[in-house]
């Protein structure tokens, strides 16, 4: 009796000295900006939570679209942000070429590489998932995914490439709005990168 009122008593002042050596201990939670909870002057627990912000749909069909967008940026922000650090390498690399025909060997060899090992999850996505990634290339990078084939290739290879995008019903310039038509989509991508959804 006496070892199990001791181990109670214990267990109490652990769970008391760690609230008051923690004045504020913080939780991530889904949905939740920030929660934390901190001891006031009395002793008591106060509990602080500001919650995110929440869209309410009053049609079905722009509930499932927003959720079908949340889909389709937690399967193609990765491959965005990807493009943008390869971007930035390619960048690096080709400054370190002198001659043009280098140059062009170089991002063709790069094109190669990048043609098997992205192609085969690109296949894998609808037509929707394309259109979000490329706007989400533009957003990462600040160039339409045809001023970067135009960049590193040539217009003929980038006017090429975009007639095989519209014959798919896809567009390479593609232009990314926040503040437009875009809003919903920055705002899923802010809460994606925030870990909220």
Request: glycine residues 6%.
């Amino acid at each position: 009796m006496k070892a199990r009122n001791l181990i109670l008593l214990l267990l109490c002042l652990v769970v008391l000295d760690c609230g008051t050596l923690r004045a504020q201990h913080y939780q991530r939670v889904r949905g939740v900006r920030t929660a934390y909870w901190s001891v006031d002057s009395r002793g008591d627990s106060v509990l602080y939570v500001t919650l995110v912000p929440v869209n309410v749909y009053h049609r079905m069909r722009d509930l499932k679209k927003y959720e079908r967008m949340v889909r389709a940026v937690k399967k193609v922000y990765p491959l965005a942000v990807e493009a943008s650090k390869r971007m930035e390498n390619l960048d690096q690399e080709l400054a370190k070429y002198e001659k043009r025909g280098d140059r062009k060997a170089y991002t063709k060899a790069i094109e190669e590489a990048l043609k098997q090992e992205i192609a085969p999850m690109l296949w894998k996505m609808t037509r929707y998932e394309g259109k979000i990634l490329l706007k989400l290339i533009d957003r990462e990078t600040n160039y339409t995914a045809f001023g970067i084939i135009k960049e590193f290739r040539s217009g003929f290879t980038a006017g090429f490439y975009q007639a095989i995008a519209k014959l798919f019903g896809n567009d390479l310039k593609l232009e990314y709005d926040p503040d437009g038509e875009d809003a919903m989509l920055e705002e899923i991508v802010i809460y994606h990168k925030a870990g909220l959804l």
